[in-house]
T-cell receptor, first 118, second 113 residues
Framework: GAVVSQHPSWVICKSGTSVKIECRSLDFQATTMFWYRQFPKQSLMLMATSNEGSKATYEQGVEKDKFLINHASLTLSTLTVTSAHPEDSSFYIC??????????????FGPGTRLTVL | EDQVTQSPEALRLQEGESSSLNCSYTVSGLRGLFWYRQDPGKGPEFLFTLYSAGEEKEKERLKATLTKKESFLHITAPKPEDSATYLCAVQALGIQGAQKLVFGQGTRLTINP
C-alpha cells in the first residue's frame, strides 16, 4: 500500500512555456500532499504543502505565481511551472502522508519528474 | 533553525563490511525522524520512522537507532544492492504550523562486490 505516482516521469520544454506535473495517491486518500525540488547531488527541499480544497502553503523563497499548485481531489495534486526558464530545470518529487490517528507518520514519495528547460 | 547533518557524505565498503551512517539533528520538538533510501533518478523509498530516544527499528540488514541528538543507520554485512543514497529527515513545524520534513544532505553508500 501507500503508492504515490507522478506523471510525466520526464519532460523537456522550451523556455517561456508552462509545464504541469501530476501527483496521485493510488491506494489511499491524501488531504495533504507535498512538493519537493531536488538539484543534482543535493537533498530534497520542500517547496510547498498542498491542501485539498484550499490554498497551498509555500515555503519561504518559493514564488507562488511561478509554481501553481492545485489539489483538486483527495487523490490528485498538480504542480504547474509557469513561464519556465533553464534555472527551473530540476527533479520535482511529490509525497503524501497516509491519513490516520498519528499526524506525524511517514510520507511516501512519488518516483519524481525530471524537468529540463531549454 | 531546524537542521539535519549527515555523515559521512560518501562511504565505500566491501561486500560484507558492516558500518554505520550518522544523522545529527537540531529541531524544536522532535515529532519524528525518518530514514529513506534513494536510488539515482528515483524518489525516496521509506525505510524507518523513529519517534523517541532509545527506539530501534530493524529491516533485513538495516537497523536504525535514535538518541536525543542523533540517529544511526547500521548496515550489517551489506550487499551491492544496498548501494544507494540514504537520507535522514526530521519532522518539524513549518510556516503557519504546517508539518514539514527537513532533510539532511544524504550519505552516498557504495558496496563493492
Amino acid at each position: 500500500g501507500a503508492v504515490v505516482s507522478q506523471h510525466p516521469s520526464w519532460v523537456i520544454c522550451k523556455s517561456g512555456t508552462s509545464v504541469k506535473i501530476e501527483c496521485r495517491s493510488l491506494d489511499f486518500q491524501a488531504t495533504t500532499m507535498f512538493w519537493y525540488r531536488q538539484f543534482p547531488k543535493q537533498s530534497l527541499m520542500l517547496m510547498a504543502t498542498s491542501n485539498e480544497g484550499s490554498k497551498a502553503t509555500y515555503e519561504q523563497g518559493v514564488e507562488k505565481d511561478k509554481f501553481l499548485i492545485n489539489h483538486a481531489s483527495l487523490t490528485l495534486s498538480t504542480l504547474t511551472v509557469t513561464s519556465a526558464h533553464p534555472e527551473d530545470s530540476s527533479f520535482y518529487i511529490c509525497s503524501a502522508r497516509v491519513p490516520g490517528p498519528n499526524p506525524y507518520n511517514e510520507q511516501f514519495f512519488g518516483p519524481g519528474t525530471r524537468l529540463t528547460v531549454l | 533553525e531546524d537542521q539535519v547533518t549527515q555523515s559521512p557524505e560518501a562511504l565505500r565498503l566491501q561486500e560484507g563490511e558492516s558500518s554505520s551512517l550518522n544523522c545529527s539533528y537540531t529541531v524544536s520538538g522532535l515529532r519524528g525522524l525518518f530514514w529513506y533510501r534513494q536510488d539515482p533518478g528515483k524518489g525516496p523509498e521509506f525505510l524507518f520512522t523513529l519517534y523517541s530516544a532509545g527506539e530501534e527499528k530493524e529491516k533485513e540488514r538495516l537497523k536504525a537507532t535514535l538518541t536525543k541528538k542523533e540517529s544511526f543507520l547500521h548496515i550489517t554485512a551489506p550487499k551491492p544492492e544496498d548501494s544507494a543514497t540514504y537520507l535522514c529527515a526530521v519532522q518539524a513545524l513549518g510556516i503557519q504550523g504546517a508539518q514539514k520534513l527537513v532533510f539532511g544532505q544524504g550519505t552516498r553508500l557504495t558496496i563493492n562486490p
